[in-house]
């Protein structure tokens, strides 16, 4: 549960406004904290709870690069928008980070209890065709693979103060 809540945490810092810092070690998973006289505890590389962290962190590296919404309008508040952030029961937030080219919005989905979610309603800020570009359940990420492979359509449906909608699965404590 530590590393699916550590996925979620990484994902929604890597979605939400604001320059990104991680320390060293913590890319991977460092256990103790970081000393100026030792080396990194690299061998923890070996062990795939660390390795997929760090295959995570730099998938959501690339995400950050290959996605203008998230680093274009970082100071502008017209480049973030909440979806829900009062759904304290299922311990949910949903935001968009955008662009003024409505084709690189990106909707982010966190959901930080160990509950499963499927054919959870989203408002969606515009009527379309929604793709998953990643997802911390992920099972080359060490996640449950609780994922959103198949392209979701919008449908005429209010949630979330929103006329159209998608319903996805959300797993348990992840990002995507």
């Known amino acids: 549960k530590k590393a699916a809540n550590l996925r979620a945490a990484y994902g929604f810092m890597t979605g939400h406004p604001g320059k990104k810092l991680l320390f060293m070690g913590q890319e991977f ?43 274009a309008s970082d100071y502008d ?48 800020p515009f009527e379309g065709k929604y793709k ?4 911390s359940s992920d099972i080359a990420f060490g996640g449950e693979g609780y994922q959103n492979k198949r392209v979701k359509i919008s449908k005429k449906k209010e949630s979330d103060e929103r006329e159209n909608s998608i319903e996805i699965t959300v797993a348990p404590l992840s990002t995507a």
């Not at 256990?31 to 061998?43: C, I, K, P, Q, V």
């Not at 998953?132 to 997802?135: S, W």
Request: contains cysteine; proline residues 2%; aromatic residues 12%.
């Open 132 to 135: 998953e570009l990643i997802n």
């Open 77 to 124: 508040p017209d480049g973030f928008e909440w979806v829900e952030c009062s759904n304290s029961s299922d311990s949910i937030l949903v935001f968009l980070r955008k662009t003024k080219k409505k084709r690189e919005t990106l909707l982010f989905i966190c959901n930080f209890d160990t509950v499963l979610h499927e054919k959870y309603s989203v408002g969606v």
């Open 29 to 71: 998973g460092q256990l103790r904290e970081w000393d100026e006289n030792r080396s990194l505890d690299w061998e923890l590389l070996d062990e795939s709870l660390h390795s997929q962290l760090r295959d995570y962190v730099k998938a959501l590296n690339h995400l950050y690069l290959s996605q203008p919404a998230l680093y």
